[in-house]
């Protein structure tokens, strides 16, 4: 299995600041077709997760413009511009190039 | 578009199965797989196992395999999953969500289901 490892576990932030999130895979998660199938998802408390980011870089629909994702291989990184109090969560990576799909420890987000 | 609703909150006793359904509000997903995942209490997300688009197909995690039974309607508007010989470890919120494509492999997860809680409890 693929093992995903993200750093920090906790992050607590002040309104406007920004925030940075690493997630480190135990594989590179670029496949024989030229993409890399990484993910990030955020948890909202009380809700079910959410597709914030996909193939590494790419927001998913009604994304802010402020989470933006980059990496490549088996290094990829989830940076929110400034952040803002409904971003609070826990945050996920996640790949799904090889079953089975695996998510990372979860990085919560709090606000100063 | 789809949304994915999920069967309410279920106990059982240790031994026993549970079988949690998911159905498609809005559409199906006869194009797109289905997948679980399991949450449990403060615990990060496990992906249990999928059922493939089309041909529903099932995929298991080996975690889970001999235990889980994915499975999806004629006409993929509603898919369950059950899990037999629970134990008090099973307890935890478990979420159906829909594959971007019709294969989990190489394809993000979203929308998701609102979650079922199962406890596991004698």
């Known amino acids: 299995d693929i093992v995903m490892t993200q750093t920090p576990l906790s992050l607590s932030v002040t309104p406007g600041q920004p925030a940075s999130i690493s997630c480190k895979s135990s594989?590179?998660?670029?496949?024989?077709?030229?993409?890399?199938?990484s993910y990030w998802d955020l948890q909202k408390p009380g809700q079910s997760p959410q597709l914030l980011i996909y193939?590494?870089?790419n927001r998913f629909s009604g994304v802010p413009e402020r989470f933006s994702g980059s990496g490549s291989g088996t290094d990829f990184t989830l940076k929110i511009s400034r952040v803002e109090a409904e971003d609070v969560g826990i945050y996920y990576c996640?790949?799904?190039?090889?079953?089975?799909?695996?998510f990372g420890q979860g990085t919560r987000l709090e606000i100063k | 578009q789809v949304q994915l609703v999920q069967s309410g909150a279920e106990v059982k006793k240790p031994g026993s199965s549970v079988k949690v359904s998911c159905k498609a509000s809005?559409?199906?997903?006869?194009?797109?797989?289905i997948n679980w995942v399991r949450q449990a209490p403060g615990q990060g997300l496990e992906w249990m196992g999928g059922?493939?688009?089309?041909?529903?197909?099932?995929n298991y995690a080996q975690n889970f395999q001999g235990r889980v039974t994915i499975t999806a309607d004629e006409f993929m508007t509603t898919a369950h999953m059950e899990l037999r010989s629970l134990r008090s470890e099973d307890t935890g919120v478990y979420f159906c969500?829909?594959?971007?494509?019709?294969?989990?492999?190489?394809?993000?997860?979203?929308?998701w289901g609102q979650g079922t809680l199962v406890t596991v409890s004698s």
């Open positions: 969500v829909r594959s971007g494509g019709y294969h989990p492999r190489n394809n993000w997860l979203d929308p």
């Open positions: 809005g559409g199906t997903f006869s194009s797109y797989a």
């Open positions: 059922i493939l688009g089309m041909l529903r197909t099932p």
């Open positions: 594989q590179s998660l670029l496949h024989s077709d030229g993409k890399t199938y």
């Open positions: 193939e590494v870089s």
């Open positions: 996640m790949q799904s190039v090889q079953l089975p799909i695996t």
